[in-house]
């Protein structure tokens, strides 16, 4: 079973924080993303990648940055939290593009 | 652009119901499309696919066919159990736009199975 896992299941962090959520998946998969839940808005992607050191950005980056220096390893980073980016946020895999992702369990974030 | 619309929950049934949960799509050529379930406090898991027009998914019970002329992917269950109480997303894959790579979403109806 490909087993993708984030580092928390809940985080706590104050505003200005500058703050790493970290993803790994163990089956090889070139292509990671990031997504945030929120309640009637779904998963929107903030990043993905489809290689080592190569990334994109998606439908709402901004106040985010990722890194890739493994090709197993996917981080997020909130520069400077804020308390809009109080969320849930989900991190998946993919063999291929464009073909079903692998999801972890999710990191709930929260920022006061 | 791409887009998928569910219906809105919650949905709330007895045990042993039938379940339907619409899902419509826009897209450009002609993408893939999945349903994913999310049970409390987990990440999200793949519940069944369909590639092309006319294939039906099914896993667990539930069942979903890729509907082209009617750009829907609508989810059943015959007899749904209490079980079932989780968050359904309808999503999709667009071939067209190789560049982006990742699913687009719908805002996901939550289910709510009484005994």
């Known amino acids: 079973d490909v087993k993708v896992t984030q580092s928390s299941r809940y985080l706590v962090k104050r505003t200005g924080e500058k703050v790493f959520l970290e993803c790994v998946q163990d089956m090889d998969h070139e292509n990671m993303f990031w997504y945030r839940q929120d309640p009637g808005l779904g998963l929107r992607l903030i990043y993905f990648s489809y290689d080592v050191k190569m990334k994109e950005k998606g439908d709402i980056p901004e106040g985010y940055s990722v890194s890739r220096e493994k090709k197993e390893r996917f981080s997020l980073i909130l520069e400077s939290a804020s308390t809009n980016q109080t969320s849930m946020y989900l991190c998946?895999?993919?063999?291929?593009?464009?073909?079903?992702?692998?999801f972890g369990q999710g990191t709930r974030l929260t920022v006061v | 652009g791409n887009s998928v619309t569910q219906m809105e929950g919650p949905v709330t049934l007895s045990e042993e119901a039938f379940l339907t949960i619409n899902c419509t799509y826009t897209a450009t050529g002609y993408p893939s499309l999945f349903w994913y379930v999310q049970y409390p406090g987990e990440g999200l898991q793949l519940l069944l696919k369909a590639t092309k027009a006319d294939d039906k998914g099914s896993n667990k019970g539930f069942e979903a066919t890729y509907r082209k002329e009617t750009t829907s992917f609508h989810l059943e269950k015959g007899s749904v159990q209490v079980s079932d109480s989780a968050v359904y997303f309808c999503a999709l894959s667009d071939h067209v736009d190789t560049g982006r790579r990742a699913l687009t979403f719908g805002s996901g109806t939550r289910l709510q199975v009484q005994p």
């Open positions: 998946a895999s993919s063999p291929l593009p464009n073909t079903e992702a692998f």
